[in-house]
């Protein structure tokens, strides 16, 4: 299978550290995540717990090697797409499972998501179609029937074989589970009927029934539809949530999430004055200044806890903040800035105009500004009513 998924999403729920980097194709990073190797132990040990040679063994490794390399290809379809559309592809990864492309985001625009969609299955297809013509040009191509037609399918011949397998990944990943790409295909199709916040929310919807479904499959087959079922469930989910956000934030601006309270710190002073402020009361993140009240660095919770542990609380802030930031001005769309924290994983910001400090804007402040904006948008009408 394969899923689609926005970067930040991937950084929530796949851990990297243990991922063999393969190389890059055409700039996108292709890794292997460490759990792929789980997948090469569990066929050997099945081929080996039922007698099979080595030498079968080893063809059954090829096989499942060869497959993923079509599940590449199938991301690399993904991912070629997006990039002509302009979206950045962070990487590829392969898991046990099947692959994940990841897309710094994905176009609002129904018809180039549509696009990327297809893209993937249509690789597959692709394949299908060159093994078809390679099997019926050698007059190899004798489709199994009868009772017997699995055991022949599974004794046919290692191209026979693969040409099955890219159908199945064609035909699973088309099924409208949401992010998989038959659910991206419905969303786009939905969106162009409807607003997207509302599509969105109905493929989710369908994606995660699909998702329960998968999971009770899972429990009664094969195991790793379980944790598929876990990955479209929570993807359908953060993207709902992330659609409906986006469509929140649309309509205002930085100055709109504007805090003018807050505790500078000044880049000479040391990490005791951080750690006293931190631990006196709800201020956990901060903007360091210089001594012209210049924005110079930012200093998070996790900084602070990190360098009193490697440096002691004397350091200088100025040795330990973060001096790679960027500063929105007040007039900056939300949604804009929100995203690009989100991506880059900031928590705090200066709001800077005119060479001037004008406040500071705050990850967990947006988000409660977000839960109060969604409960106002669900009251309007129970509101109307009344009035
Ligand atoms: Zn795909």
Same mark, same amino acid.
């Given at each position: ?5 926005? &970067? ?18 055409? +700039? ?18 099945? &081929? ?14 090829? /096989?499942? $090697? ?29 898991? @046990? ?9 994905? @176009? #609002? ?5 549509? $696009?990327?969609? =297809?893209?993937?299955?249509?690789? &597959? ?8 013509? =390679?099997?019926?040009? +050698?007059?190899?191509?004798?489709? @199994?029937?009868?009772? #017997? ?16 397998? &890219? ?10 589970? /949401? @992010? ?60 709902? %949530? ?23 710190? *000044?880049?000479? #002073? ?26 110079? +660095?930012?200093?998070?919770?996790? *900084? ?17 903040? *973060? ?24 928590? !705090?910001?200066?709001?800077? #105009?005119?060479?001037?400090?004008? +406040?500071?804007?705050?990850?967990? *402040?947006?988000?409660?500004?977000? %839960? !109060? ?15």
């Amino acid at each position: 299978m394969c899923i689609l998924v926005k &970067n930040v999403f991937k950084k929530h729920t796949i851990s990297m550290k243990w991922s063999l980097s393969l190389g890059k194709i055409a +700039g996108i990073k292709i890794q292997i995540h460490w759990t792929f190797i789980l997948i090469i132990l569990w066929i050997i040990f099945l &081929n080996l717990s039922r007698g099979s040679t080595v030498q079968e063994t080893t063809t059954a490794v090829i /096989f499942i $090697l060869t497959i993923f390399a079509c599940v590449v290809l199938h991301e690399l379809g993904h991912s070629l797409m997006a990039k002509r559309y302009g979206v950045a592809v962070k990487s590829i990864t392969l898991l @046990p499972i099947g692959g994940v492309a990841s897309l710094e985001e994905i @176009p #609002e625009d129904p018809k180039k998501e549509l $696009l990327i969609a =297809i893209a993937g299955p249509s690789v &597959n297809l692709i394949i299908a179609g060159i093994l078809f013509l =390679i099997l019926w040009a +050698g007059g190899r191509l004798t489709i @199994p029937a009868g009772a #017997e037609s699995f055991q022949k399918l599974a004794e046919s011949s290692f191209l026979y074989r693969l040409l099955s397998v &890219n159908l199945f990944l064609l035909v699973f990943n088309i099924i409208p589970a /949401f @992010p998989m790409d038959g659910g991206r295909v419905l969303r786009a199709l939905l969106s162009l009927k409807m607003d997207r916040v509302t599509a969105t929310s109905i493929a989710a919807s369908i994606g995660q029934i699909l998702a329960i479904g998968f999971a009770f499959l899972g429990l009664l087959s094969n195991p790793f539809l379980i944790v598929i079922a876990l990955f479209v469930y929570l993807g359908a989910q953060f993207e709902a %949530q992330q659609v409906r956000t986006g469509s929140i934030l649309a309509d205002h601006k930085v100055r709109d999430v504007l805090m003018h309270h807050y505790t500078p710190l *000044n880049e000479h #002073e040391t990490l005791a004055k951080a750690i006293d402020i931190l631990l006196d009361g709800q201020e956990r993140e901060f903007v360091v200044l210089d001594d012209e009240d210049k924005a110079v +660095g930012i200093l998070t919770r996790d *900084n602070i806890i990190k360098a009193l542990n490697e440096r002691g609380k004397e350091v200088s802030i100025s040795e330990v903040m *973060n001096r790679d930031f960027f500063s929105p001005s007040p007039a900056d769309s939300l949604k804009d800035v929100f995203q690009k924290m989100q991506q880059q994983r900031f928590t !705090v910001l200066p709001v800077i #105009e005119e060479d001037t400090l004008k +406040g500071i804007i705050d990850m967990e *402040n947006i988000l409660e500004f977000i %839960q !109060v904006q969604e409960v106002l948008q669900r009251e309007v009408p129970h509101l109307k009513r009344i009035i």
